[in-house]
Each structure stands twice: as structure tokens, then as C-alpha cells.
């Protein structure tokens, strides 16, 4: 077998190409954002086109404080890299903690929207076309939580087992990459939901 | 990295490992090649099932009042048959020579997430086998089995559960969702590949022209089946969780649909052609003893054909009834599709001239992709043009536009790939004279199928009807397009007899039986599991030219 070894033109030129986690989740990124913009699209081009209520303006109420808890996780997230890339494991434990239970109380206030839409103003998926757009963008947003949540989790169970540790960094890196994601899709179904909707 | 330490069947003189050992490695692999093995083995088999299926299509329609098979047999062949092309033939053959040539043209040892490969293979073969499980589940608890009979495109309505009763319509859904997550893993495994694994000196403009088309592809499915497989869980609220995203009495809307569709489907025809182009890019060049002629314009012509190919999709729906402004802007964008397209041919002839052209079977196959590709191009034009489509869309002249595109231009770079590269991952060379056999009557029955099924489109036979009265000037027609069917039938099974027989009768190949210039043909064939035991590296965008001829390497020039 001969593999090409050649005279080259310029010899000993550095060669740096680009780690393969941050490509293939800037990738996926990239395709989860088509996917969301079309559900973007969907909800916008039916908003007011309900045939019956409730109506947008007569169940919603804007989450500030449980968006506050998920924009602010973005912020954990991000000191707590910085931490266990300078070696600190046991702070970085706390802050991906801290972003842990932010994340899942921004999904808790999502819970309870959706209970007080369903029980108390009996708006389901079922019941008109504001009620079919807003649970699945909402839903398919909420289902990205909850998927970065576990994953979150897991980072977790093993930084408690000590499995942890700085030249973990990189790769912890790449899914903190999907949970800033997931906040900026928020900060758009937000937008689009809860004031251009309203 | 792949963890087998297995190595290749050398065919003949290995010692036979049992067959249940074999199976595992097959079906637990994480090699590219062996994936790659897999997606095309996979895709032929479907290809035939999408075959048989075109067959009994045309055979209904070869005289008028025909009884071959009922209409509502018709209407699920032409389902199945759309479907299956387009997502488990079409797209898993194209993955599968992406899959195997783009570690080896870039000199890598694998791709850059080889355990996602493997599921991505494996998402794909399931939602293939999903669809066809259909047959035996779609009408679920009803009755006896039922295909999905909604058309290709599945417009709203007709999915709804008012129309589509029992389960065939779900298995569709289902299927397209789940090999749609495959597709866009695999894209996502090709983009990081090329970006991430290149071996050292091959910068972005020594790639070889069909990394370059895969990687422009792989960047399309990322954009491009998302939407689709949005479509689908939308599909899927509406039909399981009684949402109204396509109710149209609830206030939702059928063209929704159509949009959400067809900015899936534009894109995927470019899907399917640019990797074609990436064949024709190698093969022309090697049989012309020539270097590609304006490599730099061929990769701009293509991004520029990718970027503009996201916003065309609207020329499939100018029969619906746009706005005169969106009407004016799909037309525009459409004809501008045709520039880079055109580039592009103007570049393959101009490799050609002045060469020394061996016409193998690989390049005569890509000569008449040449000209097919651009009598498709040209009748895309005219259907591009909104009041042309007012009158035809919807008609037989519609089906052989697109025939056209997709086994004129796509298929027969295809089957030069085939033929090009089957030495490399068999290491046998195919027959030449049966190569020669497959071309002529693929050839023939290709031009008469599909040349004739212009005319009784031209003459107002609309597509999906299950027959037709005699007497309207169609009868001819369509006796010849079905005449066309039974060489192309003829052409394929010999192309299959050619894989065969050669596979374990073919003269032994050697690294590089073709004189070319890429990485792949520098290593074994077919290729140890490592691909190569140095890392190469390059110079240009012909290393192997360059190791042929350091007297006059290519790196003088670029």
C-alpha cells in the first residue's frame, strides 16, 4: 500500500482543524433552528385565525419570572464552565446545580400554565387552532428543556462520583452549547407568543 | 475511531468465519465503509421494491380501460413507489457513497462520529421498514392490510383522519420522520467530517469536487429535512392529539402544508443531484485524462445552485393560486437556478475538450447525463415559468420533466459511480461488456419511456388517474412509455447480474485500476479498516497525480 508522501511546497505548515464536538453541535443547532422555525412560522401565520375562543388575550399571562429563571441559568451555566476549566469541581458542581434547579423551575412554571389553561380556562390542543399552535411550540420548546435537563443531570450524577474533572471541559462545553440554545429559542417563543401574539 | 479488529473478507482466500459471526460484524459495525456497504445494499434492494411497483403502474396504464390492478391499488403503487425512491433509495444510495468515499478522499480513518453513523444507517432502515410494514398493518384493527394511498406529497386534507382511515397514513408519517432523523444525523456526521478530519494540506480548496458537492449536500438536509420532519409532528398533533394545523374547518390551512412540504422538497431535489454532480465531477475528469476545468467556479456554481434552491420550493404550488408578487418571485428565482446549472455542464464539456476521452462504462454514463440533465434543465424552465405551469402542472408532461432530473441526470450518474467505484469496494473489476449491456438498454428504454411521456402530458393527461378512455390521442403514448419500462427492467437486472457475477468472478482490480488522482485510490481495495497506515498528505488538489509525476506536480499550478 502507498501512501502519497509528497516534496511539499511549503514544508511543516501547521495544521489546526477544528474539534469535532462544538462543529456537530452547531450542526444540530443548526437543524433544530429549522425545525423551531417552522413552528414559529405556523404559530404567527395563525395567530387570530381561531374560530372560536379563548383567545390569546383572555388566557395568557406573561411568565417574567419563570423567564427570568431560564435566561439567568444561560448565566450559571457559563460561570460554572469557567469554573472547572480553572479546576474547581466541587464550585462548579454547585453552579450546574444552581442552573439545574433553575431550569426545572422554569419547566414547574410551565406545568402550571398549562394546568391553568386546561382546568381553569379549558383551552387543550384540541379546542381551536391558538390552542393546537401554542402547545406544540410551547411543548416542543418545553421537551428541549427536559432533554437538556437530563442530560444537565447526568454531568452531575457524575461530577458526584468524582468522574469529573478539568480536561472534561471541553466536552461538558459542547452541551452547555445546547442549553444557551434552548434559551435563545425561548427568548424567541416568548416574543412571538407572549407579546407579538397577545 | 472504530473499535473492530477485523479485518476485510479478502474474497477467496480467507478462512470462512461462520456466518453468525459475520452477521454481528455486519450489523454491529461502526466502520464507515461497511455503513456505507450497508446504506447501498440497502437502497438496491428498495430499488427494486420501487421498481416492481413503477412496473405495475405502467402496465395499468399501457392501453386505455385497463384492469390490471384496481384504482385504489394504483393510487397506493404510485405512493409507495414516490416514496421509496425518494427516501430509501435516492437518499440512503447517495448517503452510502458519501459515507464511503468522503473519509477515504479527505484521508481520514473514519467518519468523525462513527457510533452515530451506525444509527443513523440503522434510523433509516427502520423507517423503510416501517412504510412497508404498512402493507400488513395500515388498516390497523379494520380490516386487512392497506399501503398509504395519499400521494408522495400528501396533501391536506386528504391526511386528515376524515380521509385517510386506519393507520396507513401514520406509517407514512411515521417512516419519514424516523429515517428523516437518520438523514439529518448522517448530514450532520458529514459536515463535521469534512470540516473536522481532513488530512493535513488538504485545505477547503484542495478538496476533492465530490467532498466539496457532499458537504453542500449534507449542509442542505440539515436546512431542508428539518422542515419536513416539523411537518410531520405536526401531521402527527393533528391526527393523533386532534390539533388543527391543517383543518381547514377549524380555521387551519391546506397549503400550509404545501409550503411546509415543499420547502422540504425543492431542496431535496438538490439533495439528490448535487452528489450526482460530485460523481460526474470525478468520473469526466479521469476518463477525459484532464484536471476539472474551473474547480473554483464548480464549487461556487454550487453553493450558489444550494442557496438559491432554498427558495424556489413555491414553483411546485403555482397551480394553487399565489399572489401575483409570489408568483413573480418563484419564477424569477427558478430561472436563476438555471445560471450556476448551467456553469456547471459548460465546465464538465469544457473538461472533456481537448481530452482523451475513454469511454468506459462509468463515462458513458455520465455523456448522457450530460445531455439528459440538460433537456431536464430545459423543460425545468418552461415549467418554471408560472402561465407555461398553469397549463401543464399536474400532468404527465410534470412526471417526465421530473423523470427526467431523477433518472436521467441522478440514476445514470449513479450507475457511473457504481462502475467507477466498484473495483475500489469489491476489489474486482466489473465486466465491461454487461457494463456496455446496461448502458445501451437503460439507455433505450430511459429515452423511450420518458422522451414519450412529454406528449400525452402536452396533450392534457393528467398524472394519478388509474386509466383513461381510448380515443384521446394518449393510447400510443403510453403503449411506448410502458415498451420504455421493460428495457429499463432489463438494463437494471443486468446491472445487478454485472455486481454478482463480478463480485466473485471479476478480474482482481489492484489499488488503482483507473489511473486517477484521488486519496481513495492510493490504499488498498478494497481498503484495510484503517483506510491508511500513514495519514497522508497533500499537496493539491491531485495528490496522487503529484506522486505519479514529481517531475510536474499540480502544486506548480494551483
Known amino acids: ?198 | 475511531m472504530s473499535t473492530e479488529s477485523i479485518a476485510w473478507p479478502t474474497s477467496g482466500t480467507a478462512t470462512r468465519r461462520p456466518f453468525v459471526e459475520q452477521l454481528h460484524e455486519w450489523v454491529s459495525t461502526v466502520d464507515h465503509k461497511r455503513l456505507g456497504v450497508l446504506y447501498i445494499l440497502y437502497a438496491l434492494a428498495f430499488l427494486l421494491v420501487g421498481g416492481v411497483e413503477a412496473t405495475i403502474l405502467r402496465i395499468q396504464l399501457i392501453r386505455p380501460l385497463n384492469h390490471f390492478v384496481s384504482p385504489q391499488v394504483f393510487n397506493r403503487m404510485f405512493t409507495m413507489h414516490g416514496t421509496t425512491m425518494i427516501f430509501f433509495v435516492a437518499m440512503p444510495v447517495l448517503f452510502g457513497f458519501a459515507n464511503y468515499l468522503v473519509p477515504l478522499m479527505i484521508g481520514a480513518r473514519d467518519m468523525a462520529f462513527p457510533r452515530l453513523n451506525a444509527f443513523s444507517f440503522w434510523m433509516t432502515a427502520f423507517g423503510g421498514l416501517l412504510l412497508y410494514y404498512s402493507f400488513i398493518g395500515g388498516d390497523g384493527l379494520y380490516g386487512a392490510g392497506n399501503a398509504p394511498d395519499v400521494g408522495w406529497f400528501a396533501y391536506a386534507p386528504l391526511t386528515s383522519k376524515t380521509f385517510s382511515r386506519g393507520h396507513s397514513t401514520d406509517f407514512w408519517t411515521l417512516s419519514l420522520l424516523v429515517s428523516g432523523f437518520g438523514s439529518i444525523g448522517t448530514a450532520i456526521n458529514i459536515i463535521t467530517t469534512v470540516v473536522c478530519m481532513r488530512c493535513k494540506g488538504m485545505t477547503l480548496g484542495k478538496m476533492p469536487l465530490l467532498v466539496w458537492l457532499n458537504l453542500v449536500m449534507a449542509v442542505l438536509v440539515v436546512l431542508a429535512v428539518s422542515p419536513l420532519t416539523a411537518a410531520q409532528i405536526m401531521l402527527l398533533v393533528d391526527r393523533y392529539l386532534g390539533g388543527h394545523f391543517f383543518d381547514t374547518q377549524a380555521g387551519g390551512s391546506a397549503v400550509m402544508w404545501m409550503h411546509f412540504f415543499w420547502v422540504f422538497g425543492h431542496p431535496e431535489v438538490y439533495v439528490l443531484v448535487i452528489p450526482a454532480f460530485g460523481f460526474a465531477s470525478e468520473i469526466i475528469p479521469v476518463f477525459s485524462r484532464k484536471a476539472i476545468f474551473g474547480y473554483p467556479v464548480m464549487v461556487a456554481a454550487t453553493v450558489c445552485i444550494a442557496f438559491i434552491g432554498m427558495s424556489v420550493w413555491a414553483h411546485h404550488m403555482f397551480t394553487v393560486g399565489m399572489s401575483s408578487n409570489a408568483n413573480t418571485f418563484f419564477v424569477l428565482s427558478t430561472m436563476a437556478i438555471a445560471v450556476p446549472t448551467g456553469i456547471k455542464i459548460f465546465n464538465w464539456l469544457a473538461t472533456m475538450w481537448g481530452g482523451q476521452i475513454h469511454f468506459k462504462t462509468p463515462m458513458l454514463f455520465c455523456t448522457a447525463f450530460l445531455f439528459q440533465f440538460l433537456i431536464a434543465g430545459l423543460t425545468g424552465i418552461m415549467l418554471g415559468s408560472a402561465p407555461f405551469d398553469w397549463q401543464l402542472g399536474n400532468s404527465y408532461f410534470v412526471i417526465a420533466h421530473f423523470h427526467y432530473v431523477i433518472v436521467g441526470g441522478i440514476l445514470f450518474t449513479l450507475f457511473g459511480a457504481f462502475y467507477y467505484w466498484f473495483p475500489k469496494i469489491s476489489g474486482r473489476m466489473y465486466n465491461e461488456r454487461l457494463g456496455k449491456l446496461h448502458f445501451w438498454l437503460f439507455t433505450i428504454g430511459f429515452h423511450l419511456t420518458f422522451d414519450f411521456m412529454h406528449i400525452p402530458g402536452i396533450l392534457g393527461m393528467p398524472r394519478r388517474i388509474y386509466t383513461y378512455e381510448p380515443g384521446r390521442g394518449w393510447d400510443i403514448w403510453n403503449l411506448i412509455v410502458t415498451i420504455g419500462v421493460f428495457f429499463q427492467a432489463a438494463g437494471v437486472l443486468v446491472f445487478l447480474g454485472n455486481l454478482l457475477w463480478s463480485y466473485f468472478r471479476g478480474v482482481l482490480a489492484g489499488s488503482d485500476p483507473w489511473d486517477a488522482w484521488t486519496l481513495e485510490w492510493s490504499t488498498t481495495s478494497p481498503p484495510p479498516v484503517y483506510n491508511f497506515a500513514k495519514i497522508p498528505e497533500v499537496a493539491s488538489r491531485r495528490p496522487l497525480w503529484d506522486l505519479k509525476h514529481p517531475e510536474d506536480p499540480d502544486w506548480h499550478y494551483e
Open chain 1, 1 to 198: 500500500m502507498s501512501t502519497p508522501a509528497l516534496a511539499t511546497p511549503e514544508t511543516d505548515i501547521g495544521w489546526n482543524l477544528p474539534e469535532r464536538g462544538p462543529v456537530g453541535m452547531y450542526c444540530l443547532i443548526a437543524a433544530e433552528a429549522a425545525i423551531f422555525t417552522i413552528f414559529v412560522v405556523a404559530y404567527i401565520f395563525y395567530i387570530g385565525k381561531s374560530a372560536t375562543g379563548p383567545q390569546p388575550k383572555d388566557v395568557l399571562s406573561v411568565p417574567i419570572f419563570f423567564t427570568i429563571c431560564l435566561l439567568s441559568s444561560s448565566l450559571t451555566i457559563h460561570f460554572a464552565l469557567k469554573l472547572l476549566r480553572s479546576g474547581k469541581v466541587l464550585s462548579f458542581a454547585l453552579w450546574w446545580l444552581l442552573t439545574i434547579v433553575l431550569g426545572a423551575a422554569f419547566l414547574a412554571g410551565t406545568a402550571s400554565e398549562w394546568r391553568h389553561l386546561i382546568y381553569d380556562e379549558g383551552l387543550t390542543i384540541q379546542t381551536n387552532l391558538f390552542g393546537t399552535t401554542y402547545y406544540s411550540l410551547v411543548g416542543l420548546h418545553a421537551f428541549h428543556v427536559t432533554v437538556g435537563l437530563l442530560a444537565l443531570a447526568t454531568v452531575l450524577i457524575f461530577t458526584f462520583l468524582g468522574d469529573v474533572n478539568k480536561q472534561h471541559a471541553e466536552r461538558v462545553e459542547v452541551l452547555s452549547m445546547y442549553w444557551h440554545f434552548v434559551d435563545v429559542v425561548w427568548v424567541v417563543v416568548f416574543f412571538v407568543v407572549y407579546i407579538v401574539g397577545r
